[in-house]
């Protein structure tokens, strides 16, 4: 079992940063494949950035590509959002989720976190 718990989130005008950080219990964090997930109110959850379990491998969405950044620090067992040049399409509830299998799909990824609000004001 993996447990996540995100913080981070909050109130932030556009233009503005944020950092998300999840931190995670229970096995091996390096085993883990790490997804940042988003939710929008009357939306699905979508694909933000994932980072392989080995870190070498990266992906974001093209919606967030050169503005979000996906890290982890293993000594933590936490891994991060940072989130720059933030836009008000970008308001969302944002889970952070851990998977063994590397991936941009929800199903990808076994454990969740409960999820974090991000809101961005124009």
């Known amino acids: 079992q993996v447990q996540l718990v995100e913080s981070g989130g909050g109130l932030v005008q556009a233009g503005g940063s944020l950092r998300l950080s999840c931190a995670a219990s229970?096995?091996?964090?390096?085993?883990?494949?790490m997804g940042w997930f988003r939710q929008a109110p009357g939306k699905e959850r979508e694909f933000v950035a994932t980072d392989s379990a080995s870190a070498l491998f990266t992906r974001y969405s093209d919606s967030v590509k050169g503005r979000f950044t996906i890290s982890r620090d293993s000594a933590k067992n936490t891994v991060y959002l940072q989130m720059n040049s933030l836009k008000p399409e970008d308001t969302a509830v944002y889970y952070c989720?851990?998977?063994?299998?590397?991936?941009?799909?929800?199903?990808?990824?076994?454990?969740w976190g409960q999820g974090t609000q991000v809101t961005v004001s124009s």
């Open positions: 989720a851990a998977g063994v299998r590397y991936g941009l799909e929800t199903g990808k990824y076994d454990y």
């Open positions: 229970g096995r091996t964090f390096s085993s883990y494949a």
